[in-house]
């Protein structure tokens, strides 16, 4: 029985360390929160963004079979509870009503799943959404009550907003 060495390595081997807070979600802003924890856990551990998309990881031997649990090498555990730990990261983002109806969810990635099922904002708003920030970019006038900075930032605002949902401005098009 040969061994299948497929335990990637995960950033506390390789001397990471963790410092910041994951982003708490607000309650009609769940694309917004998606992107900001996404890339909060990818900077924090990339393989949890695995975990997210492929499930949990399961030691395997060489003909594809599950390795049994006590032939699991020390790397195979540390990565096997990765997918809890994720959970436990993800749990206290999320507001009380919310935990509640993911908390009975083993895996994360099924959580993750429900989240996106029941939170992401359905195609059509966002098409309404981006037809919204379109007429706004257009019709961007600096209000006569604001600084030179406070116009930057509103229209950089609305350029990253249109960013994220995924519209892409022509250079002519911004000047």
């Not at 040969?2 to 807070?21: C, E, F, H, R, W």
């Not at 909060?40 to 492929?54: F, V």
């Not at 950089?156 to 000047?175: P, Q, R």
Request: aromatic share 8%.
């Amino acid at each position: 029985m040969a061994i299948v060495n497929d335990v990637p390595q995960l950033v506390d081997q390789k001397g990471g360390s963790y410092t910041a807070i994951a982003p708490k979600l607000e309650p009609g802003n769940f694309n917004k929160w998606k992107k900001k924890v996404l890339c909060y856990l990818a900077g924090m551990e990339p393989y949890y963004l695995k975990c997210i998309k492929d499930g949990l990881f399961q030691p395997k031997i060489a003909d594809g079979d599950a390795k049994p649990e006590s032939q699991w090498t020390l790397d195979e555990r540390r990565v096997v509870v990765q997918d809890q730990r994720l959970k436990s990261i993800i749990m206290p983002c999320l507001p009380y009503d919310i935990m509640e109806s993911v908390i009975s969810c083993i895996l994360v990635k099924e959580t993750w799943t429900d989240l996106v099922h029941s939170f992401e904002v359905p195609l059509d708003t966002k098409e309404n959404r981006i037809m919204d920030l379109k007429l706004e970019y257009q019709t961007f006038r600096e209000k006569s009550t604001e600084s030179l900075s406070q116009i930057y930032t509103r229209y950089k605002t609305l350029l990253n907003e249109l960013a994220n949902d995924g519209v892409n401005l022509s250079k002519h098009e911004i000047n």
